[in-house]
């Protein structure tokens, strides 16, 4: 199994666990997410979603390659782009506060997962970029959108595309993407800062993100993502990403 669901005293937890591969996403980690976001969505036990990597050297290394390099025409990538985009979607709008857990470096695909949850707990040992631009494509899971709409910053979450650069935690802490930074171990970081929030009833955080979801909603955020999935998509096809693909996979 490539993902583990567990739940405990109203955490529900979701680890991508490819430690071998980087915790890189292949098709049975989105159905793993897929089952995940249905068990949120639905039981009223659930006050806090996080999402991690297992073990201490990669949250998420993105999409998976080795996997996925065999899409060749934007109608090939299409639908894996865009059913990922739907469901960091659904991760953004599940009805309680969603936390990513950074435990280690965190690239690509990887980065707009973290994006797409409400918090961003790092941990400072990690680095993390939107590395997609070396590989000639843009973000294609709907993480641009993510930070457009997130971030207070336009020409911060600009250049953090752009660039395609990676980032200390530090770094990230300062230009606002990363919302904490702890030290030592994850789960450890991970009950320290909810622990304020656990003081507060949970159906005052569902409250809060009932308005968050509503003004994206209005924002056809979810439109806007799969937009940028199609535009992807497109890049996809080009030549120059498959070159950037073949020479990355040969330098592993």
């Known amino acids: 199994m490539s993902y583990k669901i567990e739940i405990n005293d109203g955490v529900a937890i979701f680890t991508i666990d490819r430690p071998e591969m980087r ?4 098709f049975e980690v989105m159905d793993g997410l897929e089952e ?38 934007a109608k090939e990538a299409y639908p894996m782009l865009s059913k990922m985009a739907g469901l960091l979607y659904r991760l953004s709008t599940l009805p309680v506060p969603v936390i ?18 409400d918090y961003r707990v790092v941990s ?18 709907g993480g641009a959108t993510q930070l457009f709409m997130k971030m207070k910053n336009h020409d911060t979450a600009l250049k953090l595309l752009s660039e395609a650069q990676i980032h200390t935690a530090q770094e990230l802490k300062s230009n606002g993407w990363a919302t904490a930074i ?11 800062f909810i622990a304020n929030m656990k003081n507060i009833h949970p159906n005052v955080h569902k409250a809060y993100k009932k308005i968050s979801i509503q003004d994206w909603e209005r924002a056809e955020v979810n439109e ?10 497109e890049l996809w096809e080009s030549e120059a990403h498959h070159d950037a693909v073949a020479n990355f996979l040969r330098k592993k």
């Open 224 to 233: 806007r993502m799969l937009e940028e999935a199609s535009q992807c998509a």
């Open 100 to 117: 990513a857990l950074v435990n280690g470096t965190t690239v690509g695909g990887g980065c707009e997962i973290a994006s797409a949850c």
């Open 23 to 26: 915790n890189a996403i292949n």
């Open 182 to 192: 702890y030290d030592g171990d994850a789960k450890e970081g991970l009950q320290k």
């Open 36 to 73: 995940f976001l249905g068990i949120v969505e639905n039981e009223e036990s659930v006050a806090f979603a996080v999402v991690t990597g297992s073990g201490d050297r990669a949250f998420c290394s993105g999409g998976d390659l080795s996997v996925f390099h065999g899409f060749r025409t």
């Open 124 to 141: 400072s040992k990690a680095k993390a970029g939107f590395i997609q631009g070396t590989l000639a494509i843009t973000s294609g899971w």
